[in-house]
């Protein structure tokens, strides 16, 4: 149904993935007080009940958070595309909001396989970097890895994964986590691929990067387009 003015969506989402973080974030402080609970039986139960309403609160914003995902499809008539590729964007075709759509669900998975899933990424940051990306002086005549650089950097600009803590478990080093995520994902928009192969293809980029954290990292430090266009290319037919 085309209505004649439709309500932007995205902030409600956004407002209840932070509350689902939030919620999550403090399920797992709760549950590991519980398991280290060892002051008295009143301790542990208090510990059991607090682990036990904040499971219910996640699982409520969880709920919320699919019905404003389905409420945006139904009202905009878009779902991320994980097929698209950065080359099919050259130029001035025109970029909906699937792409901010896509960025979001690529690096939330890409932190959830690292070991990171702590931070959280923000689709409305994601949506901002794309429209600055969109309006960068000679976006017409780039190359993919110039497409793909000029787009990464945007998304660190605009903070795009946001949080201080970095789980310890994660593969690696905290201050190489964002490059890492970013790095992984405009690698894998570079590549060709079918909707069977895009999640390996993903994970895949997403192994390439950590691999490499150490280098990723510093061309970010150093907003070194040129050096991050370099491995760009370098990599994109390892994926």
């Given amino acids: 149904m085309n209505l004649p003015f439709q309500p932007d969506p995205l902030p409600l989402r956004e407002g209840l993935r932070r509350l689902r973080h939030v919620v999550r974030r403090g399920g797992e402080t709760a549950r590991e007080v519980a398991g280290g609970a060892m002051g008295g039986r009143e301790m ?100 993919g890895g110039q497409l793909a650089a000029g787009l990464a950097m945007q998304l660190v600009d605009r903070q795009v994964i946001r949080g201080a803590h970095v789980d310890p478990r994660c593969v690696v080093s905290a201050p190489s986590v964002r490059p890492v995520a970013i790095f992984a994902v405009m690698l894998w ?32 430090a150093e907003r070194d387009e040129t050096g991050l266009i370099a491995l760009l290319e370098k990599y994109r037919n390892n994926v």
């Fill in 44 to 143: 542990c139960i208090a510990s059991r009940l607090a682990t036990a309403v904040i499971a219910e609160m996640e699982r409520i914003a969880e709920e919320f958070d699919r019905m404003a995902s389905r409420a945006a499809r139904q009202a905009f008539g878009h779902e991320e595309d994980l097929t698209t590729t950065l080359d099919e964007l050259h130029g001035n075709a025109p970029i909906g909001p699937s792409l901010a759509s896509t960025l979001y669900t690529a690096l939330t998975l890409v932190l959830k396989h690292i070991g990171s899933d702590t931070l959280f990424v923000s689709e409305l940051a994601a949506r901002e970097a794309v429209k600055r990306w969109q309006v960068l002086p000679g976006r017409r005549r780039a190359s």
């Fill in 189 to 220: 928009l570079l590549v060709a691929r079918s909707p069977e192969e895009s999640e390996a293809a993903l994970i895949s980029a997403a192994d390439i990067a950590a691999a490499i954290a150490e280098r990723v990292a510093l061309v970010f």
